[in-house]
């Protein structure tokens, strides 16, 4: 089946650094990622849309300078945490859109920020 | 604002019964509704979809019904399986953009041998 590799799966940085998560799909083409974040015990929330060659389209709420998300190609999408805070600690997950029904996710990235 | 509940945080049952999960949600009528399973620190993995105009959809053991007048969706998994432990998560269209979803808490289910 389709999937989706996610890198890395775990970051710890300093306060104030910037972190970048790959988001991959490793056998298909995806035109359409999306990006979610996950506090403990809370439900994935949908951050932004990120479409192959255009800007990302942001859910409201989420700082679009502070998250940036690049889609340079079919198959790859990144979003860098900028200058980031203990709260952007979470777990972050992308998820890619196959045939018409299914969405694929990737395994997640456990940002802590120190 | 769109409210997803899912009946419980946690369900225990006994391995070989019928695991019976309830997602609930309001002001919005979605056009589809997704299951997922969710592992720890692992991201989801899509079960089923059922679309607005179907009442009832299966895979293997898994069913899913949907009813949009009572805006409500359970999901059963028949003759459960300590393998099938893990958190389910109920998951609405946003509308505009497959993929576009509001994802409920999820419920953790536990079989037990």
């Known amino acids: 089946g389709a999937v989706v590799s996610q890198h890395p799966s775990w970051v710890i940085c300093k306060s104030g650094t910037s972190v970048k998560i790959e988001c991959r799909s490793l056998d298909f083409q995806a035109t359409t990622m999306f990006w979610y974040r996950q506090f403990p015990k809370q439900s994935l929330m949908l951050m932004a849309t990120s479409n192959e060659g255009s800007k990302a389209t942001y859910e409201q709420g989420v700082e679009k300078d502070k998250f940036l998300i690049n889609h340079a190609s079919l198959t790859l999408s990144t979003l860098t945490v900028t200058s980031a805070h203990p709260e952007d600690s979470s777990f972050y997950i992308c998820?890619?859109?196959?045939?018409?029904?299914?969405?694929?996710f990737g395994s997640g990235t456990q940002l802590s920020v120190l | 604002s769109q409210k997803i509940e899912q009946n419980s945080e946690a369900l225990n049952i006994q391995e070989g019964k019928t695991a019976t999960l309830t997602c609930n949600y309001t002001?919005?009528?979605?056009?589809?509704l997704q299951w997922y399973r969710q592992d720890p620190g692992r991201g989801p993995v899509f079960l089923l979809l059922i679309r607005e105009n179907e009442k009832e959809k299966r895979k293997e053991r898994l069913k899913v019904t949907f009813d949009t007048t009572l805006k409500q969706s359970l999901f059963h998994i028949t003759a459960s399986q300590p393998a099938d432990s893990a958190t389910y998560l109920c998951?609405?269209?946003?509308?505009?953009?497959?993929?576009?979803?509001?994802f409920g808490r999820g419920t953790q289910l536990t079989v037990w041998p």
């Open positions: 998820s890619a859109r196959g045939d018409v029904e299914k969405l694929f």
């Open positions: 998951a609405l269209d946003r509308g505009s953009t497959l993929g576009r979803l509001y």
């Open positions: 002001n919005y009528s979605p056009a589809y």
